[in-house]
């Protein structure tokens, strides 16, 4: 989005300044800042508010800093039994069940998520509580790994032979994903697109016509539902995490977390 | 697909060798011949069988022939007021009722029809059929003219300013149909790509997440409602005929059908 400003959009704070029912509360807030006043925001689709802001990515300053401005609207409040390192991921948990607003699974389903990045082993755990058999293939043994206990089914790509799935989620932030995520669709079947990837994909789209798949473009999604499942514990989030930074080595925590594995990285002014 | 063989999968015919009750009889045929064995036919998704031919594009011969073989199961027969220039556009208006089968228009919907080609007339024309409001953009206005008398609106590319629709049908059977459809859906939108284009495109797909786009694959269709807007006069057809050929002079009539803008070439054995 060539955004310069403060960046960072998955946060838990405190309100230090806002209405009375807050202050002092934790939250967690939406990162789409909406105009009340379009099209959009008129038909309830405020995460796509034409005019809208975007936290740390499109004319509003984000969260690696002490301080935030959020409108009242966007927060949510943070139930007391989770821990800061908890609540921190229902931003991301929140585009893991975007899915589930997007599409409907059923038991038994097959479910593919191609990706084992923090976002890729959200989603896995998200598809997983509608009973559908979830498949994550990725590069990282260390991280499928964190999967074991659950009943989500693993692979390493470079030993996965591809088969097709009626689901699958490309989530793996590369240029190659799309390919990759068509060749493992069914007929009819259904690629939901999570990877915001900026380069232009060489994609050829007559196999898309032929096999009458339905690709759908799925961002940002609604907080109260990964509320509930990070409150309920149906989600696993603690082992995602690898480091916790002081904000004041924020460098080095950006570097950290750019490096090829890294699982997520916390921030804490 | 490589195809070498008879070609042409668009025809009107008489049986004249088959099941007593069928003989003498006028039909048309679907072009997917399907095992009846694999797992997408147990699944009642025939035109997906995994070991199909295709009529004039896969494994099997074409119309452009005095006889050519269509398994039983895919024969519909012509009702007698059709005449065989209204049935012999069973095929591919088929293919437009398919978007139907696939999304839900509601009357007051904005939809936009990229294409002013013989599926793009019929696609507008069967999507008006909900209530939609239909605009077809094109590139000859001889063509948008075959529409004056319905509700469809229409536009010249050279003249129209692109806005945002509810739904965008890409049926241009180019190379930028796709970048231009994408430019004209909005947020939350529907994409439905027509054309198969064989080239690779250079897509960025980015903007298809962002703003959580559905793109729908969409190719052939059901016989059924297809005859019955033909028989009940539901859609207009003959107007897009431009001439008719004897099969003997095929090579001719082939060179026509490629010229810019002509509309449909009927062959006649």
Not at 90 to 117: H, K, M, N, R, S
Request: charged share 25%; net charge neutral; glycine share 8%.
């Amino acid at each position: 989005m060539g955004f310069c400003g403060v960046p960072g959009h998955e946060f838990v704070g405190t309100v230090t300044d806002g209405p009375k029912h807050l202050e002092g509360k934790r939250v967690v807030g939406e990162i789409n800042f909406s105009c009340e006043r379009c099209e959009f925001c008129h038909r309830d689709l405020r995460r796509h508010c034409a005019a809208r802001k975007v936290m740390g990515i499109l004319d509003a300053d984000g969260v690696f800093a002490e301080y935030v401005a959020v409108p009242v609207a966007n927060l949510h409040l943070v139930p007391e039994k989770l821990a800061d390192e908890e609540a921190v991921f229902t931003e991301p948990l929140a585009a893991a069940f975007e899915i589930l607003e997007q599409v409907q699974l059923e038991p038994g389903d097959e479910v593919l998520v191609l990706g084992d990045g923090k976002l890729g082993l959200l989603c896995a755990q998200a598809l997983k509580l509608t009973g559908a058999d979830v498949t994550v293939v990725g590069k990282h043994a260390e991280k499928l790994k964190l999967l074991k206990r659950s009943l989500i089914r693993t692979a390493l790509l470079d030993e996965w032979k591809v088969r097709q799935f009626d689901f699958v989620v490309e989530a793996t932030g590369s240029a190659d994903g799309f390919q990759l995520a068509m060749g493992a669709v069914r007929p009819r079947g259904t690629l939901i697109l999570k990877s915001t990837v900026a380069s232009k994909h060489h994609v050829p789209l007559a196999p898309l016509v032929i096999n009458e798949i339905t690709v759908l473009g799925s961002r940002c999604g609604p907080f109260a539902p990964a509320l509930e499942a990070l409150e309920k514990r149906m989600v696993s989030v603690l082992p995602l995490i690898e480091k916790e930074y002081a904000l004041s080595q924020g460098l080095d925590a950006v570097a950290h977390a750019g490096r090829s594995g890294a699982r997520k990285i916390l921030l804490r002014p």
